[in-house]
């Protein structure tokens, strides 16, 4: 009988250390690493969270108050972390306490929750378990350290992405729209030679790409005005660089190539780092009616018939331009459409 409970002290212990040390790991990967990575406790953690905000979502009558709701999860989900870290690591050396013979599991459990949180109001009986005390206050601290010191880098890249954002919606009017963009860079004659503006663009889908695979949870932050996403402003940009290249005659300036080749890869890299990676399924949240619809061959032309109206040189062969338009477009479609739902992402004209 002794060596049972000999075994099983080990095995507790082990069991312990094994959780600190995953959960540790996961903290030091998700804000330290400088690389996109899959950290599986924090997508158990977002997807619990998300579960209980989709189904206080699914009670709103309309997208206003469905985004009311959303706006909060990303926040919420953020700060869920470090409790679930911290809450996983207070399991971690409460088992190794009790392994270690300290009392009890509640005994062990509120040693582990005193020095977890750095108070120290309980004694630790032996030498090894006062230092184990002390590794467990350290990580304690570091745990709400990480997150706290990169809280100014999250809200940083944030802020970023919503200046470009904002900015499209000026230039593209609500709801946005790629012929309505197209009909600003054309302002003075120059929608082949925007190099400038299109060289911005391509620095905007390198950051997303960045900074929404190595920090996911930027996905879900909202755009401080309803109307607006990263996701619509994305496809808006890409949209214009395909009618550029289906449904306007002359040389487009390569510029414009590269943003659609950046645009395209961001989108599709995020895309696959939660379709894929994780296994994440879009919300259920926009219903029918609210949908990004794609555009049809109808709809083409009468972006060919609102370009030529704006005094664009529009392709005479516009059968072939739709033709390129759809080739074009199948490179970013599945992203955009998957992220819209996944993100719950408004409505826009696709064209």
Not at 195 to 212: D, L, T
Not at 215 to 239: C, D, K, M, N, Y
Not at 257 to 271: D, I, Q
């Amino acid at each position: 009988m002794d060596y049972f409970w000999i075994l099983l002290r080990i095995l507790t212990a082990l069991l312990g250390l094994w959780l600190i040390i995953i959960t540790v790991s996961a903290a030091i990967r998700s804000f330290v690493l400088p690389r996109s990575e899959t950290v599986r406790l924090n997508v158990w953690v977002y997807t619990g969270v998300r579960f209980l905000f989709d189904l206080v979502a699914r009670t709103g009558r309309n997208y206003a108050q469905r985004d009311r709701v959303m706006a909060h999860y990303a926040p919420v989900a953020l700060v869920a972390l470090p409790i679930a870290w911290e809450a996983l690591v207070g399991l971690g050396y409460t088992g190794i306490y009790w392994a270690l013979g300290e009392g009890s599991l509640e005994a062990c459990y509120r040693l582990s929750s005193s020095y977890l949180l750095t108070l120290g109001t309980d004694k630790l009986r032996s030498t090894g378990a006062a230092a184990l005390g002390f590794s467990e206050a350290s990580l304690g601290l570091l745990l709400l350290t990480l997150l706290l010191s990169y809280l100014p880098t999250i809200y940083q890249a944030f802020s970023r992405r919503e200046v470009t954002v904002a900015q499209l919606e000026l230039r593209a009017g609500t709801p946005v729209s790629a012929v309505a963009l197209l009909v600003w860079l054309q302002r003075n004659g120059a929608h082949n030679h925007d190099e400038r503006q299109w060289a911005a663009w391509e620095r905007w889908f390198v950051e997303i790409e960045e900074s929404h695979t190595s920090l996911p949870i930027l996905t879900f932050f909202r755009s401080p005005q309803a109307g607006r996403s990263w996701v619509t402003a994305g496809s808006l940009v890409l949209e214009t660089a395909n009618l550029l290249f289906s449904a306007l005659e002359g040389r487009h300036h390569p510029q414009v190539e590269l943003t659609f080749k950046a645009g395209s890869l961001a989108l599709n890299r995020v895309y696959r780092f939660f379709d894929v990676q994780v296994g994440t399924e879009p919300s259920a949240l926009q219903p029918a009616s609210d949908p990004v619809e794609a555009p049809g061959r109808a709809d083409f032309m009468t972006a060919c018939d609102e370009l030529l109206a704006a005094g664009l040189p529009v392709c005479p062969d516009r059968a072939a331009g739709w033709l390129h338009y759809q080739e074009h477009r199948s490179r970013y479609a599945p992203a955009v459409d998957f992220l819209a739902r996944l993100t719950m992402a408004p409505g826009s004209k696709p064209v």
